[in-house]
C-alpha cells in the first residue's frame, strides 16, 4: 500500500519526457487528472466526424468521460496533455458505432446475448460497489491507514532542480558555467534553456524512490543546495514509439532535504477506499454466498459426492 502515497513518480516521467516529445507531451504542468478551473462546459462541441453525409458531434464532457477509464497511472496524468489522445478515441468509437448500426447488428442475437450479459455485470458491480460503500467507513478506513503509517518506512525527501537538455556538449557547458556563476543562477537558466518547461526547473519534494535510478544514488550523497557534478544521462521508453528510447542530458540540483511527511488521512482515503474495497467486496460475497445453498456437481451433471468427515478416535476426542 506504500505505492498509493508516492503519485508523483508517473508525474515525473511525464515531465521528463516532455523535452524530448513536445508535440505529443506539450508543456509540462503539475500532475492532475481534473481540468482546470476554467475548463469549457461539457456540452461544448470538441470535435466533428461526418460520415455518409451524417455529422456526429463530439462534446468536452464525452472526453473527459473517457478518463475514467485508463489505467491509473494514465490517470495521473496532466488532462490537457492526453486531451488529444481520448479526443480521438471518442472521434473513433463513435464511427465504428455507425457503422456498426449501419451493418444492422443490433438485430444480431449475439448483440443481444452479450448485452444481457454486461447487463448482468454492470448491475453485479453497481451492488458490490454500494455494499463497499457501506462498509468502507471513515473508522475502518482509519485503521487501515494507521497500519500504512506505522509500516512505512523511515525516509528522507528531496527538493529537486532540473535542466533537461537533449544535447550532452550543450548540457556540460551549462553545467560549467552554473559551477562558475553558482547556483543562484539555476532557476533563471531553467527557465530560458531547460526542455522540460517546468518553472524554475524546480520538481519539488520527491522521495528516491520516485526518481530514475540514473541519478538516485548522487541525489542521495549530495549536500543541500548543491549542484551534482556531473550531467546525468537518462534514457526512457518513447511515448510515441514503444520500440524506442528517448535520452535526455540533465543538469541536478539538490535544495533540500527533510524527514518525509505522512499525508494527512483526508487527502489518501478516496485511494485508500479503492485499495481495500477488493477485502470488503469478499467479506460482502461471502455473507450472500451463506445465504443460500449451493451444490455442485461434476462436469457431465452427476452429484459430487460429500466426503464424509473422519469420526474421531478414542486418542483424539471430538472438540
Avoid: H, W
Avoid at 211 to 232: C, G, H, M, N, Y
Wanted: glycine share 4%; hydrophobic share 40%; aromatic share 6%.
Amino acid at each position: 500500500m506504500k505505492s498509493f502515497f508516492t503519485p508523483r513518480a508517473a508525474a515525473l516521467a511525464v515531465l521528463l519526457l516532455a523535452s524530448s516529445v513536445p508535440m505529443a507531451m506539450g508543456a509540462a504542468s503539475a500532475p492532475t487528472t481534473t481540468p482546470s478551473a476554467a475548463e469549457p462546459a461539457d456540452r461544448t462541441v470538441v470535435s466533428k466526424v461526418t460520415i455518409d453525409g451524417k455529422e456526429i458531434q463530439i462534446t468536452y464532457g464525452q472526453v473527459k468521460d473517457k478518463l475514467k477509464l485508463l489505467p491509473p497511472q494514465l490517470q495521473n496524468a496532466p488532462f490537457k496533455e492526453i486531451f488529444p489522445l481520448l479526443q480521438k478515441s471518442v472521434g473513433t468509437e463513435q464511427i465504428i458505432s455507425y457503422l456498426a448500426e449501419k451493418a444492422g447488428l443490433k438485430n444480431d442475437p449475439e448483440y443481444a446475448k452479450m448485452v444481457a450479459e454486461c447487463q448482468k455485470g454492470v448491475l453485479q458491480k453497481l451492488f458490490l460497489d454500494k455494499e463497499i460503500e457501506k462498509r468502507a467507513t471513515d473508522a475502518e478506513l482509519k485503521k487501515s491507514y494507521d497500519e500504512v503509517k506505522a509500516a512505512a518506512p523511515k525516509e528522507d525527501e528531496y527538493n529537486i532542480s532540473m535542466i533537461t537538455l537533449t544535447n550532452k556538449k550543450e548540457a556540460e557547458d551549462v553545467l560549467r558555467d552554473l559551477k562558475k556563476s553558482g547556483i543562484s543562477k539555476f532557476a533563471e537558466v531553467a527557465n530560458t534553456k531547460s526542455k522540460n518547461k517546468i518553472p524554475d526547473g524546480n520538481l519539488g519534494y520527491v522521495r528516491l524512490g520516485e526518481l530514475p535510478e540514473a541519478f538516485r544514488d548522487k541525489v542521495k550523497t549530495a549536500a543541500k543546495a548543491t549542484i551534482i557534478s556531473t550531467v546525468v544521462e537518462i534514457s526512457m521508453p518513447d511515448p510515441t514509439d514503444p520500440n524506442k528510447k528517448v535520452t535526455t542530458y540533465n543538469i541536478i540540483m539538490v535544495q533540500d532535504k527533510r524527514p518525509a511527511t505522512f499525508p494527512p488521512f483526508e487527502a489518501v482515503k478516496g485511494e485508500l477506499k479503492a485499495a481495500v474495497g477488493s477485502k470488503f467486496a469478499k467479506e460482502a460475497i461471502k455473507e450472500f454466498e451463506a445465504q443460500a445453498k449451493v451444490e455442485l456437481f461434476t462436469m457431465d451433471g452427476k452429484p459430487i459426492e460429500q466426503k464424509a468427515e473422519a469420526a474421531p478416535t478414542a486418542d483424539a476426542p471430538a472438540a
